[in-house]
């Protein structure tokens, strides 16, 4: 049977942890296209149902990664996305420094043409404040009430480049590849507040980030990797994890942690290791809700690695629940509707908390079922198609992921199949 002949997607028997929901317990969950239509004990099945037996198996809402480097920079034949997929992510915000009003439509473009995820970009700081458009006309931009006329005159010649720009959901600044003066940082402040973008920061010095926090003057701040601080390479670890924990208790801040960081041992032993002492504390401010939300940075097979590797989260959230560092609910909160909620807040789009990061009726069934025991992801879907089983990509899931943004989300960016020639 095809996936296109499918009447409804049927998981069964699976131990359903759904943190928005409060659920956690054994249901079967019916999916109709893209979306949760049912939520129930027990799901009667029809002719040209799709059964997929989860006895023994965790069903989670998709993993939400809010700093993922997916098919960023000079990815030529490393496959991030499909990596990423079958490590259960479902949804991404690639964080690019180098990331510019381009990515929108370079990005989109791939998603058109088949992405196994859900995908997103913040822009890089510099070149956000790299064109002819002053404070305002960004604010518009970004807004999506910027007339075309400006946009051909002042940020671009190129119509899909115009046409898509707005479409990121935040801004990176990035000390680790440049330095920008104050008063474009205040510009950034300013944009990222009004336009309702999420601004988030290169957390590593915290000497840098200190500096920020009294910039921000009331303004939201997003510390990316804030554990980084811990690994000891711009101040003694654990004097900064203390200074970021508490910059985190700040009610203006929120941060997030690397899972491979967290992991005994350095995880898959990528980037930077935290000193003991600071990942002890770190671990004490995820256990206390100081910090909400974990991310992975990196994918296996990326040339971006940041600091940590998709094949960390799921194990990182289960040794959160088996070492009782938090509950089985609240540690797959940190990469489903934790970060749902922080985009809702920061983007002003509902959408994030209405339909991702949970599994009740209306979401998209963007889905990972996971192994307890083996601490891998066995099916994955986005928006209801399955597009991994047992670690192993799907091309026939591969058209499954749709753009995301500040914005609603976007099924089709209309740039992927554009025709190089018109013939007549």
Not at 87 to 109: E, H, I
Not at 114 to 120: D, F, I
Not at 303 to 322: Q, V
Not at 406 to 419: D, V, Y
């Amino acid at each position: 049977m095809h996936e296109t002949d499918t009447r409804h997607t049927i998981l069964k028997n699976g131990l359903l942890i759904d943190p928005s929901n409060g659920i956690e317990a054994v249901k079967d969950i019916v999916i109709e296209g893209d979306q949760v239509i049912e939520v129930c004990d027990k799901a009667g099945a029809e002719k040209g149902d799709r059964l997929i037996d989860c006895a023994g198996l965790e069903i989670w809402p998709g993993l939400i990664d809010i700093h993922l480097h997916v098919s960023d920079l000079f990815e030529i034949h490393t496959n991030t996305a499909y990596g990423a997929a079958e490590d259960g992510v479902t949804t991404a915000l690639s964080p690019g420094a180098g990331n510019t009003f381009m990515a929108p439509a370079l990005l989109g473009a791939e998603m058109d043409r088949g992405l196994p995820l859900n995908a997103g970009v913040f822009l890089g700081a510099a070149n956000v404040l790299g064109t002819r458009l002053n404070e305002e006309e960004l604010i518009a931009l970004f807004s999506g009430t910027l007339g075309q006329e400006d946009r051909e005159r002042k940020l671009s010649h190129n119509n899909i480049v115009n046409r898509t720009a707005q479409y990121a959901v935040g801004i990176k600044e990035h000390m680790g590849h440049f330095l920008l003066p104050d008063e474009k940082i205040q510009k950034l402040y300013t944009i990222t507040d009004q336009a309702n973008l999420l601004f988030t920061s290169h957390t590593q010095d915290i000497g840098h980030t200190l500096h920020l926090f009294e910039m921000a003057k009331g303004r939201h701040l997003h510390l990316g990797h804030a554990n980084a601080a811990g690994c000891g390479t711009d101040e003694e670890a654990a004097r900064a994890m203390k200074q970021v924990i508490d910059l985190c208790r700040q009610k203006e801040v929120s941060g997030e942690f690397v899972t491979t960081m967290l992991r005994e041992g350095g995880g898959c032993r990528e980037g930077l290791k935290m000193a003991e002492p600071a990942r002890q504390m770190a671990l004490e401010a995820l256990a206390e809700h100081v910090v909400t939300i974990l991310v992975s940075d990196g994918q296996n097979q990326s040339t971006m690695k940041g600091f940590g590797d998709t094949r960390d989260n799921i194990p990182c959230l289960l040794e959160l629940a088996e070492n009782k560092v938090l509950s089985k609910k609240d540690a797959v909160a940190l990469m489903t509707s934790n970060p749902a909620k922080l985009l809702a807040q920061r983007t002003k789009n509902e959408e994030w908390r209405s339909r991702y990061g949970h599994l009740g009726i209306g979401a998209y069934a963007n889905i990972t079922i996971v192994e307890p025991n083996r601490k891998h992801a066995v099916y994955v879907l986005t928006n209801g198609r399955l597009v991994s089983f047992e670690k192993r990509y799907l091309r026939s899931g591969g058209r499954a992921g749709y753009w995301v943004s500040k914005f609603q989300t976007k099924k089709s960016m209309g740039i992927g199949e554009l025709p190089m020639y018109d013939i007549k």
